[in-house]
């Protein structure tokens, strides 16, 4: 039983893994999603560790942050990111 468990877990983190290393954020926090059709991105906008949307001015933008969409967008996938450019620089 433990090891149907120890694998599930392993699963998942790979998973998460995968999924991080496909996004392609920007150094603003964006993704591709946010550069799409979306246009949450640019104009000197940035996403915080939890998502939130922030103007160029620092402002949090409440607007865009309520109405954000963006479904791969998560805390977990940016602390990852995150641990792996410090890994890698």
Do not use: Q
Request: hydrophobic fraction near 40%; charge should be negative; include cysteine.
């Amino acid at each position: 039983m433990v090891h149907i468990v120890f694998r599930a877990v392993a699963m998942i983190i790979v998973l998460l893994l995968l999924v991080s290393h496909l996004r392609s954020i920007d150094e603003n926090n964006m993704d591709s999603y946010d550069r799409s059709f979306i246009g949450n991105a640019g104009d000197g906008r940035s996403r915080g560790i939890t998502g939130t949307i922030y103007d160029k001015d620092g402002k949090v933008n409440v607007w865009m942050t309520l109405t954000d969409t963006n479904p791969l967008w998560s805390y977990w996938e940016t602390k990852l990111k995150l641990c792996r450019d410090d890994l890698t620089t």
